[in-house]
């Protein structure tokens, strides 16, 4: 007979092996009220809890969205939501056959006696939550932790404190059976060059991966998040798809351990049609010989194209739908390297 600890494995290992599988990837819709209304706002949506609601409706009930997306990130008042006839998102997530998943970090604050640098906070009572979101359905967490780029920055305190709060997070996760997405994202607002954001990135993956060791974290049992290597949205010298591509999968290769199943991007701000191209070069190039998937966890990238038609108005749902579904397309067929823009 298994020991119930070779079973908790067994069970984060294929989970993980699921969530990137045939080619599909994460749809993020995880933001937090803030950045929601953030994003509402731009289109003058008013930021209503049922307007969030309808969207996030619309989100989920989108037509064959699994053919593309195997799994989706709720945020803490999603995963309560229903369907205006009642049925649970989750419960339309997993008929769908796609995995939900949640988020569990309580938002980046700032880091004390570190001017510009922020921590994730949420650890506090977070073995609670979880056993709370796993008995609600919940297979995946995620926590996303933030790195500036800037003068003087990222401080060892800064790198250390989160990487060390993304291991016991991800401990955490394991210990509850659901397989973290373990997100250190380097912020792409600057005016820093691909060289040093690559060099930012490495360290952050080593910290990140050290910890995760130290923590004991089993890691074919969970997901990297992670932000691909560009160039400062401010950077004069915009490197090409294909420098961009190469510069993240050897920044990749140095510091992620074979033994993780699936690497998913974060857009990170990028258009949708960059951050696809971008992730089809990687895998036109390194999906032969790289020993993790290179899959995508966009929210932005995906969902804004839909967000944008609907424009909180229910006549816009099915276009909305038919975007949504399209940029969700046009990632699958970059994890196959045949994105055509
Ligand atoms: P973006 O793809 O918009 O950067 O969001 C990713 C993310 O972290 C949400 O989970």
């Not at 089809?280 to 929210?299: D, E, G, Q, T």
Request: net charge neutral; aromatic share 6%.
């Amino acid at each position: 007979m298994q020991s119930e600890s070779t079973t908790k494995v067994q069970q984060l290992t294929e989970t993980a092996k699921a969530m990137v599988a045939n080619d599909k990837g994460l749809l993020a819709l995880d933001e937090s009220n803030p950045t929601c209304h953030k994003r509402f706002a731009k289109y003058g949506i008013p930021q209503t809890e049922e307007n969030r609601r309808s969207y996030r409706e619309l989100l989920v009930t989108t037509p064959g969205l699994s053919e593309s997306i195997s799994g989706a990130i709720l945020y803490d008042e999603t995963i309560r939501q229903q369907k205006k006839d009642g049925t649970p998102f989750i419960k339309v997530i997993i008929d769908a056959g796609i995995i939900p998943g949640i988020k569990v970090d309580a938002g980046a604050k700032d880091l004390a006696n570190h001017p510009g640098e922020k921590i994730s906070e949420g650890l506090d009572a977070l073995r609670t939550r979880l056993a709370e979101y796993s008995q609600m359905g919940a297979r995946f967490a995620k926590w996303r932790a933030v790195i500036t780029i800037g003068d003087g920055i990222p401080s060892p305190g800064c790198i250390d404190a989160n990487a060390h709060a993304l291991a016991r997070y991800a401990a955490l996760c394991q210990e509850s059976g659901l397989v973290p997405v373990v997100e250190p994202e380097v912020l792409m607002d600057g005016e820093h060059t691909l060289a040093r954001c690559s060099e930012v990135t490495e360290k952050v993956l080593r910290a990140v991966f050290n910890q995760l060791y130290l923590q004991r974290v089993i890691l074919e049992g969970m997901i990297l998040k992670a932000n691909m290597v560009l160039p400062g949205l401010s950077c004069p010298k915009q490197d090409t798809i294909n420098e961009v591509a190469d510069a993240t999968v050897q920044c990749l290769l140095r510091t992620v351990p074979a033994a993780v199943p699936g690497i998913t991007f974060l857009s990170g701000g990028q258009s949708a049609e960059l951050a696809s191209e971008r992730l089809n070069a990687m895998n036109i190039k390194f999906k032969s010989r790289s020993p993790w998937a290179l899959s995508f966890s966009f929210a932005r990238a995906i969902q804004q194209p839909a967000l944008e038609i609907w424009q909180g108005k229910e006549a816009n749902t099915h276009s909305a739908q038919q975007a949504l579904y399209h940029r969700a397309k046009c990632n699958h067929d970059a994890r196959r390297g045949e994105y055509n823009g």
